[in-house]
């Protein structure tokens, strides 16, 4: 498998599951990816923010412009 191929395969599996975007200025964002496109611009669904570990706002949907982004990881399900 290309990595093209993988990464299109992992973006497959993450849609509409919880996930962290950690941005350069180190704020993450958590909520349900909605949409990303190639430029790496991410649409949220039930948006957190934090803030050096603390909750510092709740948005329903969010968007995040890609070039601000330093990665987007998986969030293990809340039992």
Same mark, same amino acid.
């Given at each position: 498998?290309?990595?093209?191929?993988?990464?299109?395969?992992?973006?497959? !599996?993450?849609?509409?599951?919880?996930?962290? @975007?950690?941005?350069?200025?180190?704020?993450? +964002?958590?909520? @349900?990816?909605?949409?990303?496109? =190639?430029?790496?611009?991410?649409?949220?669904? !039930?948006?957190?923010?934090?803030?050096?570990? !603390?909750?510092? &706002?709740?948005? =329903?949907?969010?968007?995040?412009? =890609? &070039?601000? @982004?330093? +990665?987007?990881?998986? !969030?293990?399900?809340?039992?």
């Amino acid at each position: 498998m290309s990595r093209k191929e993988a990464l299109s395969s992992f973006i497959q !599996q993450i849609h509409g599951r919880p996930v962290v @975007v950690k941005l350069n200025s180190g704020v993450d +964002y958590r909520g @349900v990816l909605a949409c990303l496109d =190639g430029y790496m611009n991410i649409a949220l669904e !039930q948006t957190e923010e934090y803030v050096n570990g !603390q909750l510092k &706002n709740k948005y =329903g949907d969010a968007f995040i412009r =890609g &070039n601000n @982004v330093l +990665y987007i990881s998986t !969030q293990r399900r809340r039992i």
